[in-house]
């Protein structure tokens, strides 16, 4: 039977034989707390978005994925549509992210600093202007609490120049194919984040985790995109802006309970990614 190794925020992380298994759970998690409210049928959806980037953007880039099928002789149909069988990796410790629009901490750095990763942008920038040319703005991955984010000069000491370029590269170039087919389908890919790992016995890097979903990316409805504050969205910035109305929760654990139309509109927003973009 498979051995569980850990659990994520939203994915438990399995062995079993020479693979690594990574089961997609109904969990949320904002602020970095997880709800103690799960979102029905959310691991399927994630699930089913990755699988469908992954295929599609295979080409590009090598990625980690061996199967989605329970095998016969496991006993889990709860991992039924949830797995995702996967090379075993040493997972590059970078989070590599991309953005294209000005939005949440890239916002934030801009309105104190008028950078967004440390790289200066031109004065007068709005909240949710798309931005002059896509950013690489990688972030240290850390076990508990945010990641931290760093400049180009801390990101090439943190993991050497080669690494740093060969990541950076293709960060970008998978986020500019994505963004331009989200476009045809009404939708904006406002930023994203990617991880990556080595194949231990080749040294290849290889996409890994999870691609382009509602929790690794911000979604934008295109035909209501209107800059200058933040824009409805795909992914759980509905759960985040209910959040911020309840003044009794500080943003530690444990997490509020969640009502059942906050519920139900989140999972809804999930929904609708899927089949904009899977279509």
């Known amino acids: 039977m498979p051995q569980l190794l850990r659990r994520g925020k939203v994915r438990d992380i399995y062995a079993w034989q020479d693979e690594i298994w990574l089961v997609a759970s109904d969990r949320i998690s904002a602020y970095d707390v997880i709800m103690p409210t799960p979102i029905p049928d959310k691991g399927k959806i994630l699930t ?8 599609l953007t295979a080409e590009l880039c090598p990625n980690h994925v061996l199967g989605y099928d329970v095998p016969a002789e496991v006993d889990r149909p709860d ?15 970078l989070e590599c992210v991309a953005r294209g629009y000005l939005a949440g901490s890239g916002w934030e750095e801009y309105k104190t600093c008028g950078t967004v990763g440390g790289h200066p942008l031109p004065a007068g920038l709005h909240e949710s202007d798309r931005l002059p040319t896509p950013l690489f703005t990688p972030a240290r991955k850390n076990d508990e609490g945010h990641d ?10 943190f993991v050497g120049d080669t690494l740093y370029e060969q990541l950076r590269d293709l960060t970008l170039n998978l986020y500019r194919w994505a963004a331009d087919y989200s476009a045809k389908r009404g939708i904006l890919l406002a930023d994203t984040k990617l ?15 999870e691609i382009f979903t509602p929790d690794s990316s911000r979604f934008w409805p295109a035909d209501t995109y209107r800059p200058g504050g933040s824009q409805p969205s795909f992914d759980k910035q509905y759960l985040r802006d209910y959040l911020r109305t309840l003044t009794s929760w500080n943003r530690t654990a444990p997490g509020p309970e969640l009502p059942a139309d906050v519920v139900a509109n989140t999972r809804a927003r999930y929904q609708e990614a899927l089949d904009r973009l899977s279509r």
């Open 48 to 55: 089913a978005l990755s699988r469908h980037w992954f295929g």
């Open 79 to 93: 991992f039924t549509g949830r797995l995702t069988r996967a090379r075993r990796v040493e997972i590059v410790p």
């Open 148 to 157: 931290e984010n760093l400049t180009e000069p801390q990101a090439r000491a």
């Open 195 to 209: 991880e990556f790992g080595r194949e231990p016995a080749s040294g290849r890097l290889l996409l890994a985790d």
